[in-house]
């Protein structure tokens, strides 16, 4: 027997397939990313395929990657035969159609947030997968919340869980990017932006949001025309729980993200700073500084490598071990209301259906 031979009979015994043969759908700042870590970093994949609307853009990621197929049609790569698995990093529009395709095919895939863009079609697809799981026994979506991978994010759950501060009472977050892209609205810092702390709260505290306060402050001059950066989001649990969001867009300066849990005995905080602390002269005399990360692609960059590894090994498994369906589901109903209750300036309940 050759070497690869006895490599195959190995797998075939033990029912682990060879590298899942991955299709990337959108390879704009995400899925470009992605493609590169499934290339350079994750092992037990390879990036078979990519596809997105602008094919150039497609044509020059594909180039990096040998053996790479463009296929123009994001349904047809779905579809496609020599693919296993699907990772979404389209502009969330097209998400509701190409995780359903997914699902109705059978194969995992890894879907950016959001997992679609309102309540209804999300719990749609939270529907669709349940069918699936009732006719084979295999759960098929993970949805891109890739805080929960943060080395620091999962420490603070684990500290929480094993009573390390007592009882969790009160989260305070800071959420500030350096800038956003044109286009975005007070309403998608909400969806997009603010999502993220929906699901870190979910996480931290094991329990789903009730009711959802936003309150507008002065707008920063840096904002774009229209915009009310920075805003302040109350999340309150079913427990009685709550969760201060500062969520900042247009800072200027750097991407901090920042989460403090106060507890009946104590408290505990993450996203201080990573790496040196460095003392240098400055215009008073010395001062002590360290770097903030300027990006989410440096901040959660090893979170992101994490996410996508646990995703290909649940996925050769035939399981999902991350941020499933109902993750994605609770956290547009939490953010359906965020909206509403920015429009309406009240206190605005969750509405969800019972798990
Ligand atoms: N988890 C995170 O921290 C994080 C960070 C950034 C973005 N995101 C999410 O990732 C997704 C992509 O965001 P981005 O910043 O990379 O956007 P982007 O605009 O940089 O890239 C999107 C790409 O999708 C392509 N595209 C357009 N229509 C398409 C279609 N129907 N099918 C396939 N591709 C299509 C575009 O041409 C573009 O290249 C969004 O859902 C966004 O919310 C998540
Ligand atoms: O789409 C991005 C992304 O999800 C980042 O993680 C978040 O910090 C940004 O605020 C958001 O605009």
């Known amino acids: 027997m050759t070497a690869t031979e006895v490599l195959s009979a190995v797998r075939a015994a033990v029912s682990v397939p060879a590298d ?17 870590r499934l290339h350079g970093r994750v092992s037990g994949a390879r990036v078979a395929v990519v596809s997105d609307a602008a094919t150039d853009r497609a044509g020059r990621v594909a180039a990096g990657v040998p053996g790479c197929r463009v296929v123009t049609d994001p349904l047809a790569a779905v579809a496609d035969p020599e693919v296993d698995a699907v990772v979404i990093a389209s502009p969330g529009r097209f998400h509701e159609e190409q995780v359903l395709a997914c699902i109705d095919r059978g194969i995992p895939v890894l879907c950016e947030k959001p997992l ?56 305070h977050c800071a959420h500030r990017n350096p800038a956003v892209p044109a286009g975005v609205t007070t309403e998608s810092i909400v969806n997009d932006s603010v999502v993220h702390e929906v699901d870190v709260a979910r996480f931290l505290l094991d329990e789903e949001i009730a009711a959802v306060t936003v309150l507008r402050p002065r707008a920063t001059r840096h904002a774009a025309q229209g915009l009310s950066d920075p805003l302040l989001v109350l999340l309150e649990t079913v427990g009685g729980r709550m969760v201060d969001v500062e969520c ?41 500084s360290t770097a903030v990360a300027p990006g989410f692609r440096e901040r959660f960059g090893l979170a992101y490598d994490l996410e996508v590894q646990r995703w290909v090994d649940a996925a050769r498994r035939g399981t999902v071990d991350g ?32 798990r």
């Open 116 to 171: 679609t863009m309102d309540a209804d079609s999300s719990l749609a697809v939270v529907r669709a997968e349940d069918a699936h799981a009732a006719r084979t026994g295999r759960r098929l979506v993970q949805v891109g919340f890739m805080r929960r991978f943060d080395p620091e994010y999962a420490a603070l759950r684990e500290l929480i869980a094993a009573g390390g501060i007592g009882e969790p009472l009160v989260v």
């Open 248 to 288: 900042f867009v247009s800072t200027g300066l750097a991407y901090e993200v920042r989460t403090e849990v106060v507890g009946e005995d104590g408290s505990a905080m993450i996203g201080l700073h990573k790496g040196m602390v460095r003392q240098h002269t400055g215009p008073g005399g010395a001062v002590r």
């Open 323 to 354: 941020p499933g369906v109902w993750d994605g589901y609770a956290a547009q109903a939490v953010c359906a209301a965020g909206v509403e209750a920015l429009r309406t300036g009240r206190r605005t309940e969750v509405r969800m259906e019972q």
């Open 20 to 36: 899942l043969r991955v299709a990337v759908l959108g390879v704009g700042l995400m899925g470009a990313d992605h493609v590169a």
